[in-house]
């Protein structure tokens, strides 16, 4: 098991203490049950499908990842290097977990699975992701997407 | 994450969060959050394990049916099987050292390519491409910039800094896809064989080394903060610039 107090003390108060800001709102959306639920990931891993521009440094953009890209086309571009890649490099789904939502989706435990999932840069300030999480928001409408699952590293 | 999660639910759109850092989703208070007791990279849990893996899926999910919100932070309550060492994983030879850093590396490369042409045939995948190079263009690129002066970006639209952080990403990945050929290693197994006994290892080392000397900040703080993980850089007594 890994927990902060497995970290360097400077690392591991850093990330405890990461600013995030401070919001007004305390939204939570509620729907219908899972097996109606169309879901999407949104990953703050860097995630970029090969042959397309990497995220850099940090870019408050995000990449879209169709539904159909294959585990031999994703690759991460997190500037961070403090955080384990050989799980993700052996098994995609530990950072992307999109084989088993499928089966999910397949059994009919959720409803369906998005047509395409995201991928922002986790290192970048939150407050210059805004707008561009706004405006994800509308893609994810436009897909019928009304569940997201949020997956770190 | 939290913040994300925010933005999306304002607009009108459901999430859950998995948290890999307790204390930073207390701070931020998302809409709902699964904490899960896994070592950063890994939210899912375990490679290889689609049940475990399934189970933090669906502990997830089910948070999204609560409606005793807002602020939902539940404990996942299995830990990572993966983080045991696997007593019966080697690692893959490495040839005898050359004359020179760059000489070793160059070799080391070599040498493992048939573990990596094992790993791909295993796995069916690399992370390896953000640089765009191949493993030897890699190495010489590396080499270049421990001869003391920084060269010239091999890639166009990538700066020379850009071009290495991506290389030694690459670089990384090769040797831990490789080392992992065979068995169920932990992160801990690979990261200690890729930092205490390999060139590439050494060769990361000082690059960090030359840039945290440099009197170039950019430099400086790339070279510094992104080649060598902080948790290396303490274990091993690393100066911190």
Redesign the interface.
């Known amino acids: 098991m890994t927990r902060l107090t497995d970290l360097p003390p400077a690392q591991a108060k850093r990330l405890a203490e990461l600013e995030c800001p401070a919001f007004d709102t305390r939204p939570f959306v509620s729907g219908p049950p899972l097996l109606r639920r169309r879901v999407g990931i949104v990953s703050s891993a860097g995630l970029v499908v090969r042959g397309e521009s990497p995220l850099r440094g940090r870019d408050p953009d995000y990449r879209a990842i169709p539904a159909a890209t294959r585990p031999a086309e994703l690759l991460t571009s997190h500037i961070s290097i403090n955080f384990d890649r050989t799980g993700f490099q052996e098994d995609w789904n530990v950072v992307f977990p999109l084989d088993r939502l499928i089966e999910l989706a397949a059994e009919g435990t959720i409803g369906s699975l998005a047509a395409t999932h995201y991928s922002f840069m986790g290192a970048t300030d939150p407050v210059e992701m805004e707008p561009h999480a706004r405006e994800l928001a509308g893609r994810l409408k436009q897909d019928s997407v009304d569940a997201v699952i949020l997956s770190p590293v | ?21 307790r ?2 989703t207390e ?5 709902r959050a699964l904490w899960v ?14 049940a475990f ?2 189970r933090v ?2 502990a ?3 948070l ?2 609560r ?1 005793d ?3 939902l932070i539940e404990d996942f309550p299995e ?2 099987p ?2 045991r060492p696997d007593p019966g994983w080697r690692p893959p030879p490495l040839p005898m050292a050359g004359p020179t850093l760059a000489d070793r590396l160059a070799e080391e490369i070599d040498a493992l390519q048939g573990s990596h042409a094992r790993w791909m045939a295993r ?5 390896i ?2 640089s765009g190079l191949d493993m030897p263009e890699i190495g010489r690129y590396v080499s270049a910039w421990l001869s003391g002066t920084a060269p010239a970006s091999p890639r166009e639209g990538y700066s020379a800094i ?1 071009a290495l ?2 290389a030694v ?1 690459d670089l ?2 090769y040797y ?2 490789a080392a ?1 050929c065979d068995g169920a ?1 932990s ?1 801990r197994q ?1 990261g200690d064989w890729l930092w205490n006994d390999t060139a590439a290892g050494t060769a990361v080392i000082a690059l960090r080394a030359f840039g945290l000397a440099s009197d170039d900040d950019r430099l400086k703080a790339v070279l510094g903060n ?6 290396r ?2 274990m091993m007594g690393l100066s911190t610039g």
């Open positions: 994450m939290s913040a994300l999660g925010h933005y999306l639910e304002e607009e009108g759109i459901a999430t859950v969060a998995i948290s890999l850092i204390p930073q701070n931020t208070k998302p809409p007791p896994f070592e950063l990279g890994r939210p899912f849990g375990p490679p290889s394990a689609a893996q399934r899926m669906l997830a999910l089910r999204l049916e409606t919100g807002p602020v830990d990572d993966r983080v796995r069916g995948r690399t992370t491409g953000l850009l952080r991506f990403d990384k990945a831990l896809e992992a290693p992160s690979l992104f080649m060598v993980p902080a948790v850089v303490a």
